[in-house]
DNA sequence: ACATTAAATTCGA
DNA sequence: TCGAATTTAATGT
């Protein structure tokens, strides 16, 4: 099975600054979409405030790669990722798309293994952190962080069984229904809402079928009235049956 | 691959 | 800072 890459030579070669240079603090709006700052009390809300940096990432640009050394928790906070999984052998097995609002690798950062996945940006996009310092700091004192975090790792996991499953899905309609499901889950990507903003070229990419391919597909969910396409956007009007479409 | 439409940007007042 | 003109991006076939 092969799948459709980044076009990687559409964007500069030049070697980016290391995210930590080029990263800010949050805007009081940025903080607003973090859905795990909720569970905090104010005192140790505090502290992952202070901690939160954000860093503006550039199309094509690798947020972390498999093998780096854990150094961040990554959420997403404006924007696109797709995340690889890959093999020992380098094969990539599993693509998955993170919309904002999502935050990934708790996993790594909880054994402090190095990064199983390459993370890499569709488009410019705003990524925010917390060191694995205060990550730790928070699992050992927020009942609700660890609730967040137990939750969390349930969801993904449920998500790669279903990445998994649409690998082996050979009809396009499907993968791309499937896929979009994914990316509303309501648990894992709250900010997301009923409208995702995703270009059809993009889809393709996570997916792995062209822009065209994806155009038809898309239009058939909507004469199934699962979903509306909108001008750089899709809104899910009945996410059930998106996922369990074919 | 091409034609159409939407959005983003530029520019002149 | 407003809106028209232009350019760029996304869509549909």
């Known amino acids: 099975m092969s799948y459709a890459a980044f ?17 800010r603090a949050l805007t009081a709006d940025e903080l607003q ?11 140790e809300r505090t502290v992952a405030e202070a901690d939160l940096r954000a860093v503006q990432v550039e199309a ?36 998955t798309g993170v919309p904002p609002g999502g935050w990934f690798g708790e996993g790594t950062v909880l054994k402090h293994e190095p990064y199983r996945y390459n993370i890499l940006a569709l488009r410019r996009s705003v990524v925010a952190g917390i060191t694995v310092q205060t990550f730790d700091w928070l699992l050992d004192r927020s009942i609700g962080f660890n609730r967040f975090v137990m939750m969390q790792l349930n969801e993904r996991l449920g ?11 050979t009809q396009p309609d499907q993968r791309v229904a499937r896929s979009l499901a994914a990316l509303f889950h309501p648990v894992l990507y709250p900010g997301v809402g009923d409208l995702l903003r995703i270009t059809q ?32 956007g899709v809104r899910v009007l009945d996410l059930d049956a998106l996922r369990r479409y074919g």
């Open 7 to 23: 076009p990687v030579d559409a964007v500069p070669a030049a070697v980016p600054a290391p995210l930590r240079a080029r990263s």
């Open 33 to 43: 979409g973090i859905p795990w700052l909720r569970t905090l009390r104010a005192d």
């Open 60 to 95: 094509g640009e690798f947020v972390c790669r498999v093998g780096r050394p854990v150094t961040y928790w990554f959420g997403l906070i404006d924007g696109l990722l797709k995340m690889s999984n890959d093999t020992a052998l380098g094969v990539p097995i599993t693509f």
């Open 159 to 169: 998500q790669f069984i279903g990445a998994r499953e649409i690998d082996r899905l």
């Open 201 to 232: 070229q993009e889809i393709g990419y996570l997916v792995g079928l062209s822009r065209q391919r994806v155009n038809v597909a898309l239009q058939h969910l909507q004469a199934g009235g699962l979903i509306r396409v909108e001008y750089g």
